[in-house]
Nanobody, 126 residues
């Protein structure tokens, strides 16, 4: 079964940077993206390829985060700059069906998406 392996989380001071990576174990026609969830919050869609082929960013990260992908190596990245305390969350790599509306979810890790990474903690201290 398809697997997603994430790396790159950690702890950083506000204003710092981190880069997350996620590698898919096999090629898949669907898109990949990043969600995040902080305690007590919904599962927020951070970035992915949108339905029209553009790059989607949550309003909260626009101008600070950059999504990129290496299709030859089935890998996506999330470059996170100017990190804020409110960016603290568990970040999940996910496969998003190409037809699916890009939206936040009640909880990360399950329905309606089938394939999730293991999650990586990002902690930003102020």
């Amino acid at each position: 079964e398809l697997q997603l392996v994430e790396s790159g989380g950690g702890q950083v001071q506000a204003g710092g940077s981190l880069r997350l990576s996620c590698t898919r174990s096999e090629s898949d026609k669907n898109d990949m993206g990043w969600y995040r969830q902080a305690p007590g919050n919904e599962c927020e869609l951070v970035s992915t390829v949108d339905l029209d082929g553009s790059t989607y960013y949550a309003d909260s990260v626009k101008g600070r985060f950059t999504f990129s992908q290496d299709n030859d190596n089935n890998t996506v990245y999330l470059q996170m700059n100017s990190l804020k305390a409110e960016d603290t969350a568990v970040y999940y790599c996910v496969v998003i069906p190409s037809f699916m509306i890009r939206q936040n979810l009640r909880a990360c890790g399950g329905y309606p998406l089938r394939y999730w990474g293991q999650g990586t903690q990002v902690t930003v201290s102020s």
